[in-house]
């Protein structure tokens, strides 16, 4: 069955500091995963694509990284702002045309002062 | 920058009731989904559209369920005969080639009482 988990499940840091959200998936075939933003009530947005051959994404301050043969990514967030409050959501897409997103539960990040 | 449309924002309907979400993707996208997202818990997938019929379809998407694309631009959802559990935010995306990344709406919000 093709599964996308995540951890940790909710997390609270201070502004300015890094943290990384971890992504692990049994998605068969794998054709490329995505992080997305999600603010509370709002559509995902997306922060990276990467496909099989690709090992890490960068966009601003955040940098995701992909090992498709142990089937792991992360999303590293560097020196966090209070907007970036929300949910991150690790999809992975499967199937000969990359056609349907298996979406993670998300991991549910809050910057504090 | 091109952006996916939803409407209505929120929809409020009696149970038994057909509704119809509207969406109008980027226009030159060739890919298009629905999702659904209930309240605290993931999106999940319901249908994709490609070349003007349904390409996938999840177990959610039964009968009930029906996807139009009546003008090459609206891209709707309805719901024949609505039932309390289809509550949930209903997100419309679009992608255009493979490997690209899909462009969410911000949400349907539909209550059903």
């Known amino acids: 069955k093709n599964q996308v988990e995540q951890s940790p499940q909710s997390l609270i840091i201070l502004e300015g500091k890094n943290c990384t959200l971890q992504c692990n998936y049994t998605v068969s075939p794998f054709s490329n995963l995505r992080w997305y933003k999600q603010d509370t009530g709002r559509g995902p947005v997306s922060l990276t694509i990467m496909t099989f051959s690709e090992n890490t994404k960068s966009n601003g301050r955040y940098t995701a990284t992909l090992d498709a043969d142990t089937k792991q990514s992360s999303l590293h967030i560097t020196a966090s702002q209070l907007s970036d409050s929300a949910s991150y959501i690790c999809?992975?897409?499967f199937g000969g045309g990359g056609n349907k997103l298996t979406f993670g539960t998300g991991t549910q990040l809050k910057v504090e002062l | 920058e091109p952006e996916v449309t939803q409407t209505p924002s929120h929809q409020v309907t009696q149970m038994g009731q057909e509704v119809i979400l509207r969406c109008v993707p980027i226009?030159?996208?060739?890919?298009f989904y629905w999702y659904r997202q209930i309240l605290g818990q993931k999106v999940e997938f319901l249908v994709s559209?490609?070349?003007?019929?349904?390409?996938?379809k999840s177990e959610i998407f039964d009968d009930q369920f029906s996807v139009e694309r009546p003008d090459g631009s609206n891209f709707t959802l309805k719901i024949r005969s609505t039932k309390l559990e289809d509550s949930a935010m209903y997100f419309c995306?679009?992608?255009?080639?493979?490997?690209?990344?899909?462009?969410f709406g911000q949400g349907t919000r539909l209550t059903v009482v």
């Open positions: 999809v992975v897409s």
């Open positions: 995306a679009s992608r255009g080639q493979r490997n690209t990344e899909a462009f």
């Open positions: 226009s030159n996208h060739l890919y």
């Open positions: 559209f490609y070349n003007n019929e349904i390409s996938e």
